[in-house]
Every structure is written in structure tokens, then in C-alpha cells.
């Protein structure tokens, strides 16, 4: 990581504690560094670290992680210039086509991606997109609903980062495939919302290739001293920019070679 850690234990513990109220009882607050302006992205992931002990610790199990701010469209969207990583607990997953709550979201919105399988361990430094292809089992489209904790869904890299990425909710579905038997660069993803097309792009978006963002994951818990296991499910970035999403709304995204994913929302 190309900063170092500022905050003090406590001041881990309190903005952990803060970000923790806002994810599970859904209110919004501002971000992190309008009280700690001088808050860095190790900061960020120390916060984040210590939240993940405590899902940990409460029971929840981690089923993988994610990347995200990994195409320029969501870069663009979120003013934000640099890659973040998330972890993912078997609790935010949904079932492809089921209703899933807003209620106990604040603002949630939704993308498209590619997520990956793996059936052997990665450890960084220096992984590639070469080492991710040979380690993956299998690829499978899939959606993410972020809610971001902050108001206005507004934030710096170091407060995503303690807000674990937004991460609030994901549906894998339609067709896994190997990963060498399609062209992970190209393909064609499109998110239809209530029957529009809201969002259209090729999963080239993401760094180029999917499995660069994975590469890039597993680089950056090397940093944190972590390899990604064997049996990770990993969600490699939005492909497209976020869709805000409200009860009511049917979402489809579909996805060239690996088929489409539904859900619906409600209150
Ligand atoms: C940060 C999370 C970004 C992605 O795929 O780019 C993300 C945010 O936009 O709230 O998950
Ligand atoms: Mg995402």
C-alpha cells in the first residue's frame, strides 16, 4: 500500500464502530474524512479489517471478495481514481430471481459483473491475469447491489474503503463457464430496468480484462499479508456505472456467452 496507517487503535475501533451502525441498522452519514481529513487508504482498510473481524466474530462467513472502481465508468462516477478491494459474506448473497428488500438499505444501486470461482490459491505480489485464468474454476455472470453508507452516495477512497466497497447484496446466476472457453474481454453486457436498457458495455471495461482485476485483488492482500483460498467467489468490478434501484423495479442484466441474471425489488 502506498500509504501508512495515521489513525490510532481507537479512532480504528470508533469510525469501525460508526460504520458498522450505518450498514446494519441502513442510515446514511457523512463521509469519514470530513472528521479526519488527513484519513489515508491504509486508514481505510485498517477500518475496514477490524469490521470484517467482527462480522467474522458474529458468525458471518466469508465467501470471498470483491473489486471495485475498476472501469473508467465507475471512476468517473464516484470521482475516484484508484481500485478498492471489499470482502463478501455468505449473508449478502441472493437467489437469482427473488425479491430482494430496500428496506434495509439506504441507497442501493445495481451493476453488472463478471465473478469468479477459483479452485486454487493465489498469493500476490506479482499475481497475473495469467495466474488468475489457470486458478479459476469457473466464471458466472453476475449483479452487485452496492449501498454505499454515505450520504449522498458521495465518498474518497479511504471512506469507500471502511465502508467494505459498499458492499450490501449479490446475485449470481445464468451460465458459469470455463474460463478459457470463452473471451473474457469482450463480452457484451447489458442492464435492462423494467424492460429500458439503463446501462450497455464490454467487460473489457474492467482494467482491460476481468482477471486483471482479480490479479490486482490478490496484490493487494498480499499488502495485508493474505492470500485469496481456493472455492473464493470474487466479483471482478462494474462493468457499467451504477443504477439506482428502488421497490418495484425489475432488474435484468444480461451478459453475452454466460446468460442473465433477475431479481426484483421491494420494499
Ligand atoms: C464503490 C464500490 C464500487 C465496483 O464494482 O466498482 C464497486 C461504490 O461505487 O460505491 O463495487
Ligand atoms: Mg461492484
Same mark, same amino acid.
Given at each position: ?116 470461482v ?19 474454476d469457473y466464471v458466472l455472470?453476475?449483479?452487485?447491489? *452496492? !449501498?454505499? #453508507?454515505?450520504? &449522498? ?7 469507500? /474503503?471502511?465502508?467494505?466497497?459498499? @458492499? %450490501? ?5 445464468g451460465r458459469a463457464r470455463r474460463?478459457?472457453? *470463452? !473471451?473474457? #474481454?469482450?463480452? &457484451? ?7 429500458? /436498457?439503463?446501462?450497455?458495455?464490454? @467487460? %473489457? ?53 454466460l ?9
Amino acid at each position: 500500500m502506498s500509504s501508512e496507517v495515521t489513525l490510532s487503535r481507537e479512532d480504528i475501533v470508533r469510525l469501525c464502530e460508526r460504520v458498522e451502525g450505518a450498514q446494519t441498522r441502513a442510515y446514511a452519514i457523512p463521509k469519514l474524512t470530513d472528521e479526519y481529513p488527513a484519513m489515508t487508504v491504509a486508514d481505510g482498510y485498517a477500518v475496514q479489517a477490524e469490521l470484517r473481524c467482527r462480522w467474522l466474530a458474529r458468525g458471518h462467513r466469508q465467501v470471498g471478495w470483491k473489486v471495485g472502481l475498476t472501469s473508467k465508468a465507475k471512476m468517473v462516477q464516484m470521482g475516484v481514481n484508484e481500485p478498492s478491494i471489499g470482502f463478501l459474506t455468505s449473508d449478502m448473497a441472493r437467489p437469482e430471481n427473488s425479491a430482494i428488500s430496500t428496506g434495509d438499505m439506504v441507497h442501493p444501486r445495481v451493476e453488472c459483473e463478471v465473478a469468479f470461482v477459483t479452485r486454487a490459491p493465489l498469493a500476490g505480489p506479482g499475481c497475473t491475469r495469467e495466474q488468475v485464468l489457470a486458478a479459476t474454476d469457473y466464471v458466472l455472470p453476475a449483479v452487485e447491489v *452496492i !449501498d454505499s #453508507r454515505f450520504s &449522498g452516495f458521495k465518498f474518497d477512497l479511504p471512506s469507500v /474503503i471502511a465502508d467494505n466497497g459498499s @458492499s %450490501a447484496r449479490f446475485v449470481g446466476g445464468g451460465r458459469a463457464r470455463r474460463p478459457d472457453d *470463452i !473471451d473474457l #474481454r469482450t463480452l &457484451g453486457v447489458v442492464m435492462e430496468k423494467n424492460g429500458e /436498457i439503463v446501462a450497455a458495455a464490454a @467487460s %473489457a471495461a474492467v482494467l482491460g480484462h476481468p482477471a486483471e482485476a482479480v490479479a490486482m485483488l490478490v496484490n493487494i492482500l498480499a499488502e495485508q499479508g493474505e492470500t485469496l483460498p481456493a472455492g473464493s467467489f470474487v466479483m471482478s468490478g462494474g462493468i457499467t456505472e451504477a443504477i439506482a434501484v428502488q421497490p418495484g423495479d425489475c432488474v435484468i442484466a444480461r451478459f453475452q456467452e454466460l446468460g442473465d441474471v433477475s431479481m426484483r425489488f421491494v420494499a
